[in-house]
């Protein structure tokens, strides 16, 4: 079934965002960059926020499936899976469009607490925090929130050092101290 216009300039719109940020990305290189005309556009969003709002939804619902989809994929197990997470990080961050994560760039872009991409950013962050506590609880580890938390800074950190290039393989970094963290977590 053909996407519907809204959700084709959604997904364009995604990728225009994910390239050139939410604040240098005007309005008319959104028209130039997805072919929809202006008075489309506004035909399906009030303004650039709702937009852009939009978008995040759009990458959080995306993102997630597949961060967890393939983290069951690499992880027999749902220790394995808090591991494994790293792995497929490893393969988002080898991909030829990475550039950073969407969620982290709409805090930096929107500080203000109070506005809806930032509010929808910590809630993508902690949609994930959540399923990787389910994880951590289903694998029997002493403190899970302690240990999930300190996974989520690595992981944080990967995906900066990743948009950095400033450590080579951080994926791989980041899942070798994830090793550490979770026998340490485990019942002795």
């Not at 597949?66 to 197990?77: V, Y």
Request: hydrophobic letters at 45%; a positive charge; glycine letters at 4%.
């Amino acid at each position: 079934m053909r996407p519907s216009k809204r959700e084709e300039l959604v997904r364009k719109a995604l990728d225009v965002f994910y390239r050139g940020g939410f604040h240098a990305t005007g309005m008319d290189m959104i028209v130039e960059e997805t072919g929809i005309s202006k008075t489309a556009i506004y035909n399906h969003f009030r303004t650039k926020d709702d937009l852009i709002l939009a978008v995040l939804r759009r990458r959080d619902e995306v993102f997630r499936n597949w961060l967890f989809k393939r983290m069951a994929e690499l992880g027999a197990t749902e220790a394995d899976q808090l591991v494994t997470m790293f792995d497929a990080l490893g393969e988002w961050f080898s991909e030829p469009s990475f550039k950073g994560c969407m969620f982290i760039k709409a805090v930096a872009e929107f500080q203000d607490p109070d506005h809806p991409a930032f509010k929808h950013s910590v809630e993508h962050k902690a949609l994930i925090e959540k399923h990787l506590l389910i994880l951590a609880r289903k694998s029997d580890l002493q403190d899970p929130e302690t240990l999930v938390k300190r996974l989520l800074i690595l992981k944080e950190g990967a995906i900066i050092a990743a948009q950095f290039r400033s450590i080579q393989k951080p994926a791989e970094e980041a899942k070798a101290t994830a090793r550490l963290l979770i026998a340490a977590a485990k019942p002795h």
